[in-house]
T-cell receptor, first 113, second 111 residues
Framework: DGGITQSPKYLFRKEGQNVTLSCEQN?????MYWYRQDPGQGLRLIYY???????QKGDIAEGYSVSREKKESFPLTVTSAQKNPTAFYLC????????????FGPGTRLTVL | KNEVEQSPQNLTAQEGEFITINCSYS?????LHWLQQHPGGGIVSLFM???GKKKHGRLIATINIQEKHSSLHITASHPRDSAVYIC?????????????FGEGTQLTVNP
């Protein structure tokens, strides 16, 4: 089955620790995205990657970092610089950056204690 | 400012009712998406529209480009339709496939 996987589903970390969220896709998509979802707000774009070895900041990139060393993988690191990291994080992909239909992963709920 | 607004924020219906969720946007778009998010958090794409109307089963999506407005209709609603419905648009002036999302409409269908 083709799709996007995110792990883990729930993640707990102590304040001040960096944490990396996994996102893997086997759809052979070039573009990948990371979103943050908070209660009562629409999804907000953190980072996106149009193609392997490339990525750009989205609307709320401060306190986050990404890498895109492989086409199928786009991990997101939430650093200690992120002021309010507790949120639901969604990864998505699309065939190419010019195609707006995106496929979403199941999400990771991060709680920082 | 490029904005997407959905209404209502919350909607409760009885099984069998006809449901309408609305989405308005501020400037010209190249595509509009309706997404469904289930309680577990996963999101699935329901429709992608640039004009007219699309139908899939009991779901119908329409868009009026001149009025900058789209509606999602659910006929003969069922408790399994309970979810958050999200409108997302690709503005014409936005590069690539970047989407702007509405806040979502929480739909609860009671048996």
């Amino acid at each position: 089955d083709g799709g996007i996987t995110q792990s883990p589903k729930y993640l707990f970390r102590k304040e001040g620790q960096n944490v990396t969220l996994s996102c893997e896709q086997n759809l052979n998509h070039d573009a990948m995205y990371w979103y943050r979802q908070d209660p009562g707000q629409g999804l907000r774009l953190i980072y996106y990657s149009q193609i392997v070895n490339d990525f750009q900041k989205g609307d709320i990139a401060e306190g986050y970092s990404v890498s895109r060393e492989k086409k199928e993988s786009f991990p997101l690191t939430v650093t200690s610089a992120q002021k309010n990291p507790t949120a639901f994080y969604l990864c998505a992909s699309s065939i190419g950056f010019g195609v707006s239909e995106q496929f979403f992963g199941p999400g990771t709920r991060l709680t920082v204690l | 400012k490029n904005e997407v607004e959905q209404s209502p924020q919350n909607l409760t219906a009885q099984e069998g009712e006809f449901i309408t969720i609305n989405c308005s946007y501020s400037v010209g778009i190249s595509a509009l998406h309706w997404l469904q998010q289930h309680p577990g958090g996963g999101i699935v794409s329901l429709f992608m529209l640039s004009s007219g109307k699309k139908k899939h089963g009991r779901l119908i999506a329409t868009i009026n480009i001149q009025e900058k407005h789209s509606s999602l209709h659910i006929t003969a609603s069922h408790p399994r339709d309970s979810a958050v419905y999200i409108c997302a648009v690709r503005f014409q002036e936005t590069s690539g496939s970047r989407l702007t999302f509405g806040e979502g409409t929480q739909l609860t269908v009671n048996p």
